[in-house]
Each structure stands twice: as C-alpha cells, then as structure tokens.
C-alpha cells in the first residue's frame, strides 16, 4: 500500500497524520493490550517408536501469558474430537474464560463450524488466518519447534500413553519454570515460592529424567 493510498483513506475519516493525533497509544501497547485477550491453536504430531502410529496432539496457548494447555492427544483429529477439545479449553480456563475474546487458527479440516460455535457461545471470536501463512499464528507455531526440540524429538515415545504423561510433565515445566525472552526471562505463571536471593547455593531437580532440568537458588 503505497503512502498516497494511505493519505486519501486517513483524509476521507478526518483522521490527521500521525504526530497530531490526539490518541497517543503506542503501537506496542496497541498489541500488548490485544494478546491479553487472544489465544491461538494448532496440531502438532510425534510418530511411536513401536507401533507405527502417528500421534497428534492439540494444544492452545495464551499469547500474552505464554501459558499452554495441552488439551488432547489422538490418533484421528476429527470434528467431533476437536468440538470436545473447544470444550475442555473451556474447562481449564473457568472464570477466566472472560478475559479471552478471540481464538486464531489454521484453516485445517478437523476445525469445523461446530468448534466455532462452541467457542462464540463463550464469547471468543474465531480468526482463521490466510491460506498458507503459518506467520500470521506465529505464538502457536514457534511453540511446536520448542516442545519438540525439548522433548519429543529427545526421546523415544512408545504410545499415546507415554505420550500424555511426558507433555503434560513439560507442559508444567514450561508453564511454571521455564524462562520465556519475551516475559523478561520470567516463566508464563511460576509455581516456584520466593526464595532469599543472597543465598549463592544452587539446587537443580531434573525433569523428564534429566532430559531437562530446573535451577533455582536453595533456600
């Protein structure tokens, strides 16, 4: 869009040119104060170790908070499967459901007008993003090369079983420990009780057996 295009829509609203207008919201808070309200969604799959079967799982995470649920685990993500995983988003949200309004997703088969319907009755607003831009559900997408990275692509997952069991360890690791770049190395929702900072012991407790670990200073 080239800056006469843009000159003619901002003349036409009686808009002036940026240094004069009257609301002085930033940009950046602009988007800060969007991600409180918006979670995405995405699959992702691990193939067994045993059995050849491929395994996907479901997952949303709130972009503001960076916090993840893993919300389901099956070998056929039909409709109807995904319309019950809408649901239990619901149920791990609870009063908090509120404070969401909108949910991003891809245009994948298995998303269908029934799991946009469960969501609107809770007030969230379904966006798909356009065709073939993973970029547009950027928080999503840059979760599943972590978690990957970090766990499944480390370790040999013998069923939906063992799946289950390992990502809902990391997912408390993740959610409750470990630093996030974009939280000032902070972890999504810590879990960890305020410890006396001038002590110079560290205790590390290893996770996933010791496939990841947790430092923190010894109380």
Request: aromatic share 8%; with cysteine; glycine share 6%.
């Amino acid at each position: 869009m080239g800056a006469s295009t843009i000159r003619r829509i901002l003349k036409r609203l009686g808009i002036p040119p940026a240094p004069l207008r009257r609301d002085h919201t930033t940009w950046r808070r602009f988007l800060r104060t969007q991600a409180s309200t918006m979670l995405a969604c995405d699959f992702f799959h691990v193939d067994c170790t045993l059995t050849p079967q491929r395994l996907y799982v479901f997952f949303v995470i709130e972009v503001d908070s960076r916090y993840v649920h893993i919300l389901g685990i099956t070998t056929n993500p039909n409709g109807p499967w995904t319309n019950q995983a809408a649901r239990n988003l619901l149920m791990d949200l609870g009063e908090r459901a509120d404070q969401f309004k909108v949910l991003i997703r891809d245009r994948a088969g298995q998303f269908t007008a029934a799991f946009d319907a469960v969501l609107a009755d809770a007030g969230v607003t379904v966006c798909k993003i356009p065709p073939q831009c993973p970029r547009a559900n950027a928080p999503a997408e840059r979760f599943v090369p972590t978690a990957r990275s970090e766990v499944t692509d480390r370790m040999l997952i013998f069923g939906e079983r063992h799946l289950r069991r390992t990502l809902n360890q990391y997912a408390r690791h993740y959610n409750g420990h470990r630093p996030h770049r974009a939280l000032q190395l902070q972890p999504p929702r810590s879990d960890r009780p305020i410890v006396d900072l001038t002590h110079e012991r560290i205790k590390r407790r290893p996770v996933l057996g010791g496939l990841i670990n947790e430092y923190e200073r010894a109380a």
